[in-house]
């Protein structure tokens, strides 16, 4: 599921072997990825759904974003709404969000593991 760079290795030991999951969402993401990457996205996708288990965004997922998207946007300029569920969906269900993406470093419940800046 993770890249064979020094984090993606170093996350592969440190995650769960289950118990991981993915929002619906994020295979949208990773398919955008994949192609501004040069990456085959049927192999990522492939990697993460035999990695995750996938959950669907609920509508009170949709509705709680919604909500605090303004409040998201001002702590993370340019986060999008797709960024807001896929963050919402995991703090409604009390999950670690594991993200290289930047804009969930300002929130709670984040491990970025990005490149710092």
């Known amino acids: 599921m993770f890249e064979s760079s ?20 994020t295979l949208a993401e990773i398919i955008a990825w994949c192609g501004r990457s040069g990456k085959n996205p049927q192999i990522c996708l492939q990697a993460i759904k035999k990695t995750a288990s996938i959950i669907d965004a609920t509508a009170l997922d949709c509705e709680n974003a919604g909500t605090n998207f303004k409040t998201l946007r001002k702590a993370a300029p340019g986060m ?5 569920i896929i963050y919402t969906q995991a703090r409604n269900r009390g999950f670690e969000l594991v993200t290289g993406d930047a804009h969930f470093k300002p929130f709670p419940g984040v491990r970025f593991i990005g490149k710092e800046k």
Do not use: H, K, V
Request: charged share 15%; glycine share 12%; net charge neutral.
């Open 6 to 25: 020094r984090i993606g290795l170093q996350l592969r030991n440190e995650l769960p072997t289950s118990g991981i999951y993915a929002s619906a969402l």
């Open 80 to 84: 999008g709404m797709i960024d807001a």
